[in-house]
């Protein structure tokens, strides 16, 4: 079997001897027809962070990544019920970068695909599904102004959600530095900034008005959520985007912040703002297995285009090209085919 493999920090290869997969009973075998690379790879391509949870081993140690994925059922485990040989599905767990994947039975892992959704578009449900999980965590109110940092498909999807969500918001701001990803917030119907020009706070400001004045040393911007999905990438300049969350939120009680970004390593921050102006600090990771069919359901419906975001395809031999691409200010979704001459929609 053909599947890419992750060595170290800016080394990963496809190898074509990979052991071909066996279920266990309660497991389905997929072929994988795309997969996404995620955030979080990107973030154990560059340091080698959270590889002991991104990668699938195998019984001989090599360590294949990708969580992202949409193929078709080629096996099923004695155990599996509600499926069947040849269905379309939308996969989430470790060692989708190859061409045959098991996978779980159960809601948080696997789902079947709707009529009229392709393959590229289910492989990027999964974190359309964090998506929704960071919205219905932030609780958007009419009217509220809402802070995205970071615009990659993470990003763009909250995007999305928030746009979706029957709710009348103020203004949805997203901050990043790839002018080609803020481009692709504003269509989606957000206004922008690029934390490499300036000060972020004060574009922010500009965007959202000054929220009303609660003591002289704390004047921050009308911002009433910080959805931070950018996390913490070592070579960033500057505040991180969870310093500056803390900085430009209201206070009196009703600012909030749902962290999702990976940290690549630890970093000071000041916290006194917390206090000051009584913030509320959410975590979020991954979704509610309901917003797994949720996300799938929004493509069929059309309520959101995620053909839009995928920026670049490579074929699984093209994996150390496809890191590099991700890694670049031009990408938004890469995504890989382990099975190139059998993709059909």
Not at 74 to 86: A, H, N, P, Q
Not at 138 to 159: C, H, M, R
Not at 234 to 261: D, E, H, W
Request: charged share 25%; with cysteine.
């Amino acid at each position: 079997m053909k599947a890419a493999v992750f060595k170290d920090p800016l080394h990963i290869v496809t190898e074509d001897n990979v052991e071909y997969p066996q279920i266990r009973s309660d497991e389905v075998l997929v072929k994988v027809m795309a997969c996404g690379i995620c955030g979080s790879d990107m973030h154990m391509y560059r340091t080698e962070a959270h590889r002991h949870v991104l990668n699938r081993k195998t019984s001989c140690g090599k360590e294949i990544p990708g969580h992202e994925f949409s193929g078709v059922i080629v096996e099923m485990g004695s155990e599996v019920e509600g499926f069947e040989l040849g269905e379309r599905v939308v996969g989430v767990g470790m060692g989708g970068f190859a061409q045959y994947v098991p996978v779980p039975n159960n809601p948080f892992q696997l789902a079947k695909m709707p009529d009229g959704v392709s393959f590229q578009e289910a492989a990027t449900t999964e974190p359309l599904a964090d998506g929704l999980q960071m919205v219905r965590k932030v609780n958007p109110k009419s009217g509220e102004n809402i802070v995205v940092y970071g615009a990659g498909i993470i990003g763009l999807g909250v995007v999305q959600a928030l746009f979706a969500a029957d709710v009348k918001l103020g203004k949805v701001v997203v901050i990043d530095v790839s002018e080609r990803r803020l481009d692709k917030a504003r269509e989606l119907g957000a206004v922008t900034v690029n934390a490499s020009e300036g000060d972020v706070i004060e574009k922010v400001r500009q965007h959202c008005g000054s929220a009303p004045l609660q003591w002289p040393s704390i004047n921050p911007p009308a911002v009433d959520a910080v959805i931070d999905c950018a996390g913490y990438i070592k070579s960033m300049q500057g505040n991180t985007p969870l310093q500056n969350a803390l900085y430009m939120l209201k206070g009196g009680g009703v600012g909030r912040i749902v962290c999702f970004g990976a940290y690549e390593g630890r970093f000071d921050v000041d916290f006194m703002p917390t206090i000051e102006k009584e913030i509320t600090i959410m975590g979020s990771e991954g979704y509610a297995a309901e917003e797994l069919g949720q996300a799938l359901d929004m493509m069929a419906q059309g309520k959101v285009d995620r053909r839009s975001l995928i920026s670049h395809c490579f074929d699984l031999d093209e994996v150390d090209r496809a890191f590099v691409t991700q890694g670049g200010p031009e990408a938004i979704k890469v995504l890989l085919y382990p099975n190139p001459d059998e993709l059909k929609d």
